[in-house]
């Protein structure tokens, strides 16, 4: 199997065979010496990030591979003092060029954000009353962008230009390639899952669902919800040092589904901008959580039971 950095020219052989991307990203890191949560499997011409168990099967090759930066670190020149305009704690953060300070991880993740779920062309600047526009060369240089991000972002920033009109266009639920809608009908078709399995791969546009005969949506995404977080690992919260945290968790205030992949507990809802501590799940009170700052140890709150009424 043959796969490609988006920053490279060379394509690198994979000898094993793995079947979804995450086995794919696992074999990658071994191989490459990083850690799995840097990794991403793209489709750059369509501005795509494939999730976990998308299977290879239908991929073409050479696959492209996103490397992102484990540590996205801050010149001392830059550091200001300024509060950050997410979320108040002690982590580094530094001006943007309208003046309002930010976190590198935090301005990568409103960037990402912006880009992939809300599909927007342009970022803008996270403070009330604010409307600044930050171009992609200053978010690459402050959020400490590794060449592979900064091409693939690029990118997606045209792509999104060009789609920035069509309120019609939902990623397909089992490849993540954009569908058409024709009209309001609720039933869509991905011509790529289509071709892939030999047959027509239908699925809602409300409920992303696979459409059946006399469909009607249900809680059958409630389920695949409640098995991701079930099954989710626990882990270690780095910079608190709390341990056997659940890695998957949903937003307290919206349930949307959120995974931590490193730094502190601080978590801020990339669907509703609700900021609250990914351990205990308390919810921040004028941008300050209850349980202490990023590093403060509290208690672990349960899985979540996504049938539990809010």
């Not at 249900?218 to 977080?229: F, G, M, P, T």
């Not at 507990?265 to 921040?284: D, G, P, R, S």
Request: net charge negative; aromatic share 8%.
């Amino acid at each position: 199997m043959m796969f490609q950095q988006l920053s490279s020219k060379n394509e690198q052989v994979l000898n094993e065979n793995p079947l979804t991307v995450e086995e794919l990203k696992n074999n990658i890191a071994a191989l490459l010496g990083i850690q799995y949560s840097d990794i991403d499997v793209v489709h750059l011409e369509d501005g795509i990030i494939f999730e976990n168990d998308r299977e290879i099967q239908g991929l073409s090759t050479p696959l492209q591979i996103m490397v992102g930066n484990p540590e996205r670190t801050i010149p001392p020149h830059m550091v200001t003092t300024e509060p950050d305009m997410i979320m108040e704690d002690d982590e580094p953060r530094l001006k943007m060029s309208c003046g309002h300070a930010i976190t590198p991880y935090n301005l990568f993740g409103h960037m990402k954000y912006t880009l992939m779920s809300k599909v927007k062309p342009a970022i803008y600047c996270l403070t009330s009353g604010c409307d600044a526009q930050w171009n992609m060369q200053e978010i690459a240089r402050k959020a400490d962008m590794t060449e592979d991000e900064i091409i693939f972002y690029d990118r997606k920033i045209s792509f999104n230009l060009i789609n920035q009109d069509s309120n019609s266009i939902s990623e397909c639920p089992s490849c993540g390639q954009f569908c058409q809608r024709q009209d309001d009908f609720l039933r869509i078709r991905c011509t790529v899952c289509s071709k892939k399995n030999g047959s027509a791969f239908d699925f809602c546009w409300d409920c992303k669902a696979p459409w059946i005969a006399n469909h009607e949506c249900s809680n059958k995404d409630l389920e695949s919800i409640q098995r991701v977080l079930n099954d989710a690992p626990l882990k270690k919260i780095d910079m608190s040092k709390i341990e056997d945290v659940p890695s998957k968790r949903m937003c307290p205030e919206c349930r949307f589904l959120i995974e931590h992949i490193k730094a502190c507990k601080t978590m801020q809802c990339t669907h509703c901008n609700t900021i609250f501590c990914f351990v205990c799940l308390e919810v921040a009170v004028n941008r300050r959580l209850p349980c202490g700052n990023y590093d403060a140890k509290c208690t672990v709150a349960p899985v979540q039971n996504v049938f539990e009424p809010q």
